[in-house]
Nanobody, 123 residues
Framework: QLELLESGGGSVQAGGSLRLSCVVSGFTSSSHCISWFRQAPGKEREGVATIDPDSSTKYADSVKGRFTISKDNAKNVLYLQMNSLKPEDTAMYYC?????????????????WGQGTQVTVSS
């Protein structure tokens, strides 16, 4: 059974940093593309960053230069380092995975999801 479990969310002031983690089980991080999505209240779920099996990465324009996605294949853990956080980064952050990577950042094409971790950035 494929499972993803996020952690690391919390409350931080603008300009601060957080690191999110996503532990994957039932599959390996070296075989799937794994992504971070976020959803703010009243808004659609949006792709934040993704990392392919070959470790190539893509980012949403809104987080480029501030967020870094990475993974540890030996531990099957995905990370999202978030720096220079802004109030508009406030959202529930989700880890998601799929065998097919070409449709990112369409959340409808991701087959597996975690439960999410809340990030709140205050001004």
């Amino acid at each position: 059974q494929l499972e993803l479990l996020e952690s690391g969310g919390g409350s931080v002031q603008a300009g601060g940093s957080l690191r999110l983690s996503c532990v994957v089980s039932g599959f390996t991080s070296s075989s799937h593309c794994i992504s971070w999505f976020r959803q703010a209240p009243g808004k659609e779920r949006e792709g934040v960053a993704t990392i392919d099996p070959d470790s190539s990465t893509k980012y949403a324009d809104s987080v480029k230069g501030r967020f870094t996605i990475s993974k540890d294949n030996a531990k099957n853990v995905l990370y999202l380092q978030m720096n220079s956080l802004k109030p508009e980064d406030t959202a529930m952050y989700y880890c998601a995975a799929d065998l097919v990577c070409m449709y990112w950042p369409d959340p409808e094409r991701m087959g597996y999801w975690g439960q999410g971790t809340q990030v709140t950035v205050s001004s």
